[in-house]
């Protein structure tokens, strides 16, 4: 047996130390995060309570929800879900292996399989762990799999390919050329795998998916396409823009949430029943996570079925969002450019754009949560939006009122 040897007090790492360290950083760097203590209010959604830090509770709206069509309060999605409780009790009670697949995961499947037009559909805990899970095993497995990932992919896709140990490289941002230069560099029979978005929910740019699909074609590379930030938003159905743009039978792995335009909570991946059964059969997140509650599974499967429906909420949800950048434009208010539903306002400092969300949230009663590194580059730090539906004229005559004046007092730049 060794000896063991103590070592003196100074040179002992001192953890707490090290967090609180950590954290100050954070707060130097004025990107320190602080939640909105918010109580949703189901039927009247974009409205919350806010609990603040003085005790008080004022009636907020909510400006960047990612509810973006308000379905997270639905009649239908909470029938379905109340009756869901009555009949199976709150949890799954498992994996899916071990006793944990109800019934309402089955109709889920199928709900999302024939909503994306694929032969089979895999249901996982979250968004982040669809991506997580499927590139992660799909990119291990694979032999010797090159993937090709854009440059503003999701923090999930990023943590799945790296977790796979596949080797990377990375496409400027919607650019089809430099994807298509680093196809062409490869052997045609090496495997490859192309990771992109539909839409990129802190810009509100939309990938050319057609002419990346093209380009996988042509190179034989596999493709994945998060549409987290589109379905239930765009195509006929709430497909995605794969759907809208007629491509969706092209990709080879889509994957989604049901917990943004679908209102609920949980993830998923379409494809071809192979594909789905190898990521069920390998997956780690997939396998070793215990599946959703039964009330969640019926309300997502109320929400998808509701809008395959109901196309005129798109297009309602379309048209608030062009409205509120018009008239933030008239106001000289900088809108970064986008071609969705997104409205990303540019600060450009992350110190700014806290206070601008405080003084809104404050002295406004409007909630915009503050977009700081490294959800987004240093430098762009913004203010994103989110219209729904739901908000009004009224609300917008509000927003653009509170922003020409926060704008004001902080001495913000204007639009030229
Ligand atoms: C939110 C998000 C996810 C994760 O989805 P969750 O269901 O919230 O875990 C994945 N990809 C993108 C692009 C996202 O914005």
Redesign the pocket.
Same mark, same amino acid.
């Given at each position: 047996m060794g000896e063991i040897t103590f070592l003196g007090k100074d040179e002992a790492m001192d953890y707490e130390q090290f967090f609180a360290s950590k954290i100050q950083d954070l707060q130097t760097e004025g990107r320190y995060r602080v939640f909105a203590d918010l109580e949703r209010q189901a039927g009247s959604f974009p409205r919350a309570m806010n609990y603040r830090a003085d005790g008080s509770v004022r009636e907020i709206t909510v400006w960047c929800s990612?509810d973006y069509l308000g379905m997270g309060q639905h009649p239908e999605v909470l029938a379905a879900m109340h009756g869901a409780i009555d009949k199976c009790g709150a949890g799954a009670g498992g994996t899916r292996n071990i006793s944990g697949t109800n019934h309402y995961h089955v109709l889920l499947e199928r709900e999302l399989a024939d909503l994306h037009n694929t032969e089979s559909a895999l249901l996982l805990g979250? #968004?982040?762990?669809?991506?997580m899970t499927a590139l992660s095993t799909v990119c291990a497995m694979v032999p010797d799999c090159l993937v090709i990932s854009d440059a503003k992919n999701?923090n999930?896709?990023i943590e799945g390919i790296r977790h796979s140990k596949a080797a990377k490289k990375i496409f400027k941002h919607n650019d089809v050329a430099d994807l298509e230069r680093i196809l062409a560099a490869e052997p045609l029979e090496r495997p490859k795998l192309v990771a992109f978005?539909s839409v990129?929910?802190m810009d509100g740019h939309i990938s050319p998916i057609k002419e990346i699909l093209d380009v996988c074609d042509k190179y034989n590379a596999m493709s994945f396409l998060?549409e987290?930030?589109a379905v239930g938003m765009y195509g006929r159905r709430g497909g995605g823009v794969a759907e809208r743009d007629g491509q969706m039978h092209r990709v080879t792995i889509i994957?989604g949430?049901?917990?943004?335009a679908f209102g609920v909570?949980? #993830?998923y991946i379409a494809g071809s029943s192979a594909m789905c059964d190898f990521v069920r059969s390998y997956g780690a997140g997939f396998i070793f996570s215990s599946s959703l509650p039964p009330a969640v599974a019926a309300g997502a499967a109320a929400s998808i079925r509701f809008l395959k429906q109901h196309n005129e909420i798109r297009e309602r949800h379309q048209e608030r969002a062009a409205t509120l950048k018009r008239r933030l434009g008239e106001a000289g208010i900088p809108v970064l450019p986008s071609v969705s539903h997104i409205v990303p306002v540019h600060v450009g400092d992350p110190v700014l754009c806290k206070q601008a969300s405080d003084m809104l949230m404050d002295d406004y009663d409007i909630y915009v949560q503050p977009i700081n590194y490294p959800t987004v580059d240093r430098g762009t730090e913004r203010l994103r939006f989110t219209p729904t539906p739901l908000h009004t004229d009224a609300d917008m005559d509000h927003l653009v009122a509170s922003l020409q004046a926060v704008w004001d007092r902080l001495g913000l730049k204007l639009a030229a």
């Open positions: 990612n979250s #968004g982040w762990m669809a991506n999701h999930s896709m978005e990129y929910s998060d987290v930030h994957q949430t049901l917990a943004k909570v949980g #993830g």
